[in-house]
């Protein structure tokens, strides 16, 4: 006779939790120094460090180091704020404010030769930019007046010929190598644009003057051959950052287009390029900026001349870097006017290229594919 069977039934009691309350001190959650703190450290420690500087100066009879003061004020604050933290915050919270005060100031190091820079030449440049700079030449100017219509029609007409030799040719290595390239020559190509990326600009010049001499003869110059410098110049840029922005697009995007039966050629001409199209004229024009400064190629190839040349294949051209390069060594009589020309033409050419680079980011925000371009 089968028996009911019986089971036990266990009491659970319920476990007490314990909650331990968080030390001030923690590192995680502990004391917190004022926001102020850091900037009156600063302050106090600047401060401490001009009126050192001072006393060493005034008891040596030496001159006041401005640089020496900032730079003993900035460690000054950097010792004391750490301690303080470790102190106050903990050492981890320490640790974090001491990376950020270097980060900080190496940033601020890198400012001062970009800043110093930019006001020198504003400040001396300013003195020639007027009207007769920008609509004549130096065809029989001597001394003071002149200008440097006929180096900036040069620079254009150079940099423009370098970026049309640059960029079919850039661009198409890119495709190559992204969509096509497999194998030992794909590793060829790439390590030849990884050398020429680093390859000096007086070669470039060098290069170009020696195949133009095998042509034309010896010691000719011209506007085409200056371009053919830069464009040596331009082509790696181009393909590294035509590269880049080519493997970012998506392989999925590809894969699509060739399920609908789209061939290869069309799939990059209508789907990857257009994609691509913001990262790539970034790069061309960051390529264009960075070869519009050089001066060694162009005064190997163009040369340089006094007079207008609308012409990239006959005689001498002018531009803007060997403007400023003959203006500054060659100076005659009064010198200041020499140099005046030197530091506006350099003021312009700074100008031209923070143009760029304001087209270039213009261009990629434009053509962003959030915006459904």
Not at 235 to 242: A, E, G, K, T
Not at 306 to 311: D, E, I, L
Not at 340 to 360: K, Q
Request: hydrophobic fraction near 55%.
């Amino acid at each position: 006779m089968l028996q009911p069977s019986t089971s036990t039934e266990k009491r659970t009691e319920p476990v007490a939790l314990t909650v331990r309350p968080v030390r001030a001190g923690s590192a995680l959650a502990g004391n917190r120094l004022s926001p102020a703190i850091p900037w009156i450290v600063l302050g106090a420690s600047v401060a401490a460090s001009f009126a050192l500087f001072a006393l060493l100066a005034a008891a040596s009879g030496g001159q006041f180091s401005v640089v020496g003061a900032v730079l003993i004020g900035a460690l000054a604050y950097l010792a004391v704020i750490t301690i303080m933290s470790a102190s106050v915050e903990g050492t981890r919270q320490a640790a974090d404010r001491f990376v950020t005060g270097l980060v900080t100031g190496a940033f601020l190091l890198a400012m001062v030769p970009l800043v110093s820079v930019a006001i020198t030449v504003v400040s001396n440049g300013l003195a020639r930019f007027d009207a007769e700079f920008f609509n004549s030449s130096m065809r029989n100017v001597t001394g003071e007046g002149g200008g440097a219509l006929h180096a900036m029609i040069g620079t254009l007409l150079i940099t423009l010929a370098a970026t049309v030799i640059s960029v079919p040719l850039g661009l198409m290595t890119s495709i190559y190598l992204v969509e096509y390239g497999r194998g030992r020559l794909a590793k060829i190509i790439t390590f030849l644009v990884d050398v020429m990326t680093g390859i000096p600009s007086i070669v470039a010049g060098l290069f170009a003057f020696a195949l133009f001499a095998l042509f034309l003869g010896p010691g000719v110059r011209m506007g085409i051959v200056g371009s053919v410098a830069l464009s040596v110049l331009m082509i790696p840029v181009v393909v590294r950052s035509s590269e880049e922005m080519l493997r970012l697009v998506p392989n999925e995007l590809r894969e699509a287009s060739y399920a609908l039966g789209v061939p290869k050629w069309r799939t990059i001409l209508k789907v990857v390029l257009p994609t691509s199209i913001a990262g790539i004229t970034t790069g061309i024009m960051l390529a264009i900026a960075r070869v519009i400064g050089e001066t060694a190629p162009l005064l190997i190839t163009a040369g340089f001349t006094a007079s207008m040349n609308y012409g990239l294949f006959s005689d001498r051209m002018q531009s803007l870097p060997v403007y400023v390069y003959t203006q500054f060594m060659n100076k005659g009589n009064p010198a200041f006017a020499f140099v005046d020309r030197a530091w506006a033409a350099a003021l312009v050419l700074i100008l031209i290229v923070m143009a760029l680079n304001l087209v270039a980011r213009l261009i990629a925000r434009w053509f962003a594919p959030k915006n459904g371009r």
